[in-house]
């Protein structure tokens, strides 16, 4: 059995049509999965979703040729997505409640993302994301709270100051790997943790509230959005900042994973004296990861305090480093499309299924250990660069 | 102000021993299996929990409630946590052994959240902190007027007693042989017929015991017992063995009074600083990691090039 | 005209170990030297004492003028030196395509701000890189050429010999070490493999070879210089023939008996 037998290309029309007809189809089950009440119909659509994803396992053909029609038509399928995802809002109406979850999706997409540097691509344990998560958050509020700066100059400067963070932590990543590594970013995150807990101009347990709101061209996200005549809740603001950042996030990730600093971190994943012996530093990459992923979080932090508009340090915990994990691991490791699923599939899930709140951790934990055992390299593995070439 | 070192003395030795047991359930584990069972900590929590609903059912059996049940359940405990660890490895972390180092640690996290999450669901009002008995009362002697009660001397007696029967197991017994070849070079070990198997089960059993008594001391040093305070068990005990050193006993022991030491001086010397003192173990766990990424008596080991 | 690489007494001790016993040697620009030795002599660690990933107890490498000596082996790289090993360390889970373009990393500058900020000139280069690459790959053989796209892992031992030989090459060295090349090669895959530096040495005159190998098919290809280690010192030097039917050298290899019989 040599290299697959390719079938016949998609042609423009039917790679058109695919195109479209996939990402309405995805965007029409996600609706139907918000709008769900009841636990049956939830777990309903969860069959669906499963049976979609052993169509795609038993007859592998079908995920080529969704890809292939995907990427030959590449203005289409950018339009088509635009269009699902500036439309969006409309179709759900004044349903404040999904909206939050879309926000809630998108922010761990981005922390998803992030993370996906170093755990995806290079290997890297990394249990700190909450804390970079955690000081994006705390340097805006701050800013914004004792210093009156706006929102939007908030945002680079908390995000340098997590970048800061992320090479702190990439110090000791250079001299050591794996299970050391994962202690020190263990006791980096507590550490945020702890000091974020105890210090005062930190409001302490009690966190900081009030954080105003952001406002744009005059228009301030505390207000309900009128666009064309449709008004929509104030949540919408936020869904489409939250929906810009996603976007800032996969062209950046896209951007490193094709390019030469993607392909050393890949290599440093896979054998590190060897990587070394092509010329690559590593131990320069691996602390470039770690400020890759703080920088992002970072951001994400900062929208988050600005729309609930109050945080605190239980906020950020350990197991919000450990939630932001599984959806890379469950989502597929170096996929950038498998980790953003990941992010939603573990956001919106445990919500819908609020029966079982109580038992969320426990099934996070049960999922984490399945998919280790049984499919480690996630729903969507990654999958190898094409440089325009067929297989 | 002697007398504040006396008793902070005590406390440290108390502390360090309890530190030492837990830490030396990590450093077994990993010299033999290279992998790090994350979860020991929890495992070894789950005793305190174990011992209080056995201690409870033989007393509604009984009728009595009568101090030798809490022996009975002590041991009992102790056992049941060693088995545990046993099952625990062969359905999950045997898996991993071979596995990427990462894969295995993510398991195992995920492993401890797991086991927090089912004594927080299966153990009535789990949720809540739950009273522990100090399992020996009294004060033994004085020191400068500074009362050292039995308890402490119990734990100090006891982490010794382990510690000798260990060495001699490792050392003197066929089985503890086997143990440390199997933690020197795990392929060459089974080429010259040392059952894995075996040798993983005994691991870990007496691993998981250790921790047991450990956690049973520690619920008993702090009056209570938590589901989460496996965490903490955990993440100390796990510090003290990379501190130390992975896979070294020694090491293990100094880890765990290193990392005492440091949680009764912030404590004492600074301000507030119990809610401080994690933030200090871990800055030194990170200091260390960083000059010695062994440990202090770990080997670093050569990858042959 | 200096030599290319000069080694001048070196000296690799691990603890109580000596691994390399005060070896010096020189070697010219387009020149080949085999280093022969059996098994644990010291040659690979000599290979990672030169390439930066030990640094001797003692003694010092020059390289093109440079004292290298302890320089990071990813710096080694920059400089000129790439290098093979004993067990093939490829990249399995990328592609062929890929491990090659990872060989260029030296010869390539994008950095995180152009590949966020320029991503047009992070791509060029790119581009240029696959262009490269592919044509490496093709001059290499044309199988591997066809297999580009698939995992590294999924070669062939022969293959897999050739993809790491065009990874090395791809940093444009000045001097490639090659480590048990023909390891676990039949002979028709080693004369393969004789033909393929021999094509190497034409296509690039002024590339100087290393080779540590076993097989002496591969050695008799290029008898000009040959040094024979054993226990970390260097007891034999000279042309193919003078080092085989020196005593010292059977003697190493066969025991003392053999040697004298």
């Not at chain 2, 089912?118 to 002697?141: E, M």
């Not at chain 2, 119990?274 to 173990?281: G, K, P, T």
């Not at chain 3, 290499?140 to 065009?166: F, K, N, V």
């Amino acid at each position: 059995m040599g290299g697959s037998a390719s079938p016949a290309a998609p042609g423009a029309t039917s790679a058109v049509a695919t195109s479209i007809l996939l990402q309405l189809g995805g965007a029409a089950l996600l609706y139907a999965i918000l709008k769900a009440e009841q636990g049956w119909q939830v777990l309903t659509l969860l069959g669906l979703l499963g049976f979609g994803f052993y169509l795609l396992e038993r007859f592998p053909w079908l995920s080529d040729f969704a890809t292939e029609s995907l990427a030959r038509v590449p203005v289409v399928t950018a339009a088509t997505a635009a269009v699902i995802v500036l439309g969006f809002p409309f179709v759900v109406g004044s349903n404040t409640y999904i909206l939050h979850l879309l926000i809630v999706a998108q922010l761990y997409a981005v922390l998803a993302l992030a993370l996906n540097f170093q755990l995806g691509s290079a290997n890297i344990p990394n249990f700190a994301t909450g804390a970079s998560y955690g000081i994006g958050a705390y340097v805006s509020a701050l800013l914004a709270l004792n210093f009156g700066v706006s929102f939007w100059l908030t945002l680079p400067i908390a995000a340098l100051a997590a970048t800061l963070f992320g090479f702190i932590i990439g110090i000791p990543s250079m001299r050591t790997r794996d299970t050391y590594l994962a202690l020190v970013t263990i006791a980096f995150g507590v550490v945020v943790h702890q000091l974020l807990n105890n210090f005062d101009w930190t409001g302490g347990p009690n966190g900081l509230v009030g954080i105003p709101a952001p406002s744009l061209f005059g228009h301030s996200f505390a207000d309900p959005l009128n666009v064309f005549g449709w008004k929509l809740p104030s949540q919408a603001n936020f869904y489409y900042l939250a929906a810009a950042l996603v976007v800032l996030a996969i062209v950046t990730a896209n951007r490193l994973h094709n390019s030469r600093i993607g392909l050393a971190w890949n290599a440093l994943r896979a054998d590190e004296i060897a990587a070394k012996a092509q010329g690559i530093n590593v131990a320069w990459y691996k602390v470039l990861a770690f400020a890759v992923d703080a920088f992002l979080a970072a951001f994400a932090g900062t929208i988050y305090a600005f729309y609930v508009s109050y945080i605190s340090p239980d906020n950020f915990t350990f197991l919000v480093s450990v939630t932001i994990m599984t959806m890379v691991i469950v989502g597929g490791m170096d996929n950038i499309f498998g980790v953003i699923v990941g992010a939603f599939l573990l956001t919106i899930l445990p919500e819908k299924l609020r029966a079982f709140s109580d038992y969320r951790l426990l099934f996070f934990g049960i999922v984490i250990i399945l998919f280790l055992m049984i499919r480690p390299q996630g729903l969507f593995p990654q999958r190898l660069r094409q440089y325009g070439g067929r297989k | 102000m002697t007398e504040l070192l006396v008793q902070q003395s005590v406390n440290w030795i108390t502390l360090g021993s309890i530190y030492a047991l837990l830490a030396i359930g990590f450093s077994l584990i990993f010299g033999v299996l290279n992998v790090i069972h994350f979860s020991h900590g929890d495992v070894a929590m789950t005793a305190p929990f174990i011992a209080l609903a056995a201690a409870q059912a033989l007393a509604t059996v009984f009728g009595a409630a009568a101090p030798i049940w809490l022996v009975l359940a002590v041991l009992g405990a102790v056992l049941c946590v060693g088995l545990i660890g046993v099952a625990l490895d062969k359905a999950i972390i045997r898996r991993f052994r071979d596995a990427p180092a990462m894969m295995a640690l993510v398991a195992t996290v995920a492993l401890g959240i797991v086991i927090r999450e089912l004594i927080r669901h299966l153990y009535p009002q789990g949720s809540n902190p739950h009273a522990f008995p100090r399992l020996v009362s009294g004060v033994a002697f004085e020191i400068t007027g500074v009362p050292v009660s039995w308890f402490a001397l119990t734990v100090v007696g006891l982490t010794v007693l382990l510690v000798a029967l260990l060495f001699v197991f490792l050392h003197k017994t066929p089985l503890g042989l086997r143990i440390r070849a199997a933690s020197e070079d795990r392929i060459v070990a089974r080429m010259m017929g040392i059952s894995d198997g075996r040798v993983f089960r005994a691991t870990f059993l007496v691993a998981s015991a250790i921790g047991a008594i450990a956690g049973l001391l520690f619920a008993s040093y702090a009056g209570v017992t938590r589901f989460d305070f496996g965490v903490m068990a955990g993440l100390l005990g796990f510090s003290a063995a990379v501190i130390g050193g992975l896979g070294s006993m020694p090491g293990a022991i100094v880890g765990g009074l290193i990392i005492a030491g440091i949680e009764v001086l912030a404590q004492t010397f600074v301000p507030e600083g119990a809610s401080y003192r994690l933030v200090f173990v871990f800055m030194l766990v990170i200091v260390v990691l960083i000059f010695r990424p062994a440990g202090l008596l770990g080997r670093t080991i050569m990858e042959k090039v | 005209m200096s030599a290319l690489l000069e080694v001048e007494n070196v000296t690799m001790r691990f603890g109580g170990l000596v691994a390399v016993d005060d070896i010096s040697f020189s070697l010219d620009r387009g020149t080949v030297l085999a280093v022969i030795g059996p098994n644990g002599a010291g040659k690979s660690t000599l290979f990672n004492v030169i390439t930066g990933v030990y640094t001797p107890t003692a003694g010092r490498v020059k390289f093109d003028g440079a004292d290298i000596t302890g320089t990071p082996s990813y710096e080694v790289v920059q400089r000129g030196i790439a290098r093979t090993f004993q067990s093939s360390r490829l990249f399995s889970d990328l592609s062929v395509l890929d491990n090659v373009i990872i060989g260029m990393h030296t010869r390539t500058k994008a950095g995180v701000l152009d590949v966020l900020f320029r991503p047009g000139i992070a791509r060029r280069e790119m581009a240029a890189c696959v262009e490269k690459a592919e044509a490496l790959l093709r001059a290499s053989s044309g199988d591997l050429y066809e297999q580009r796209y698939r995992p590294a892992g999924t070669l062939a031992q022969a293959d897999r010999r050739r993809l790491e030989i065009a990874r090395a090459l791809a940093s444009q060295p000045k001097l490639i070490l090659l480590d048990e090349p023909s390891a676990g090669m039949d002979d028709a895959e080693t004369d393969a493999l004789v033909a393929d530096i021999m094509r190497l040495r034409t296509e690039h005159p002024e590339l100087s070879v290393i080779l540590i190998e076993h097989d002496m098919r591969v050695v008799q290809a290029f008898p000009e210089r040959v040094m024979c280690i054993d226990y970390g010192r260097r007891i034999a030097e000279g042309s193919f023939e003078a080092v085989r039917s020196n005593p010292r050298v059977q003697e190493a290899y066969l025991g003392a008996a053999a040697a004298h019989a």
